[in-house]
């Protein structure tokens, strides 16, 4: 088992949130919502037959491909690396390994604030939600990183005292830093575009 981090656009005014909020049985599935943005049929849902709290989720996701169908592909997904990226782009997650970072990289990598008490993923991490505000300034920040003149932070050593999550072992830190920057593009490039539609950003860890 392990803790995969994944990010969806999502309009801030959507109602699709203000339904999670409200509805525990949709809370507890807001961490589907990239894969019924994808593939919105009711034949897809979890197995066993269809849970009530996922087929108003599913209710809702379609209503909100009608007019924005281009959420398809605005997601990006960190895997179980997400620690790693936060490393090289965090000072205090390097500095302060354990305390919470409000920097706009840290909330870049974990979202800005918890949605509801009951909107959390499978393995138990709370949902966070990024308003469209903190997503602007964001996509400024990440196109100003030189993410090349960050790779003298992202050694086995500096990772593995810090404590960094599936810390890469000292033999393939190379190879590491090879799927880092190019995952780093596509996330770039994710918030920008976010960014550009006015749109928040919906973190899932789990």
Known sequence: MGLDASYQALPSGSPLLELARQNIGVGE????????????REERLAPGGPDPGELQLLGAVKELLRTRPDLVMQHVELDRRWDHLHFVLSDRRRNEPGAEDDSLA????????????????????????????????IARMLEAVRFDALREHFTFASMSEAGVYKCPHEESIDEAWQWLTERFDRFRAFYVTAAKHGDGVLVCVD
């Open 29 to 40: 599935w807001l961490c589907s919502v990239t894969r019924l943005l994808q593939d919105p």
């Open 106 to 137: 840290g909330i870049a990598i974990h979202g800005e604030a918890k949605i509801a008490p009951h909107v959390v993923a499978g393995q138990g991490v709370p949902l966070r939600y990024t308003r469209p505000e903190a997503v602007e300034r």
